[in-house]
């Protein structure tokens, strides 16, 4: 069973940057594409980043293009999410995800979720 565990969150000013980790057991890591989601209170979960098994393809969502990094190191089983410039706007929960499958659907594991909060 696939276990993924996310750490790095806390709060930060506006303009200031956090480094998201997400580690990864239980199964091959690079036989999965990750992912990286956020829930703000109140709305819908979305999408923010997701790169592919071998790490040669990443995904963005428009707001945080320029602003944020997906990477992940197979030898050590984790995906990081590194946050720069960061914006109010950007406070939520944020979640790992894994995928057997190519493409940005079937996210089949999820971590517990990591606070982000931006203060202005």
């Known amino acids: 069973q696939v276990q993924l565990v996310e750490s790095g969150g806390g709060l930060v000013q506006a303009g200031g940057s956090l480094r998201l980790s997400c580690a990864f057991s239980?199964?091959?890591?690079?036989?999965?594409?990750m992912g990286w989601f956020r829930q703000a209170p109140g709305k819908e979960r979305e999408i923010v980043a997701d790169?592919?098994?071998?790490?040669?393809?990443?995904y963005y969502k428009d707001s945080v293009k320029g602003r944020f990094t997906i990477s992940r190191d197979n030898a050590k089983n984790t995906v990081y999410l590194q946050m720069n410039s960061l914006k109010p706007e950007d406070t939520a929960v944020y979640y790992c995800a894994a995928r057997p499958n190519a493409g940005l659907y079937g996210y089949d594991y999820w971590g517990q979720g990591t606070q982000v909060t931006v203060s202005s």
């Open positions: 790169i592919n098994k071998s790490g040669g393809s990443t």
């Open positions: 239980g199964r091959s890591f690079s036989s999965y594409g």
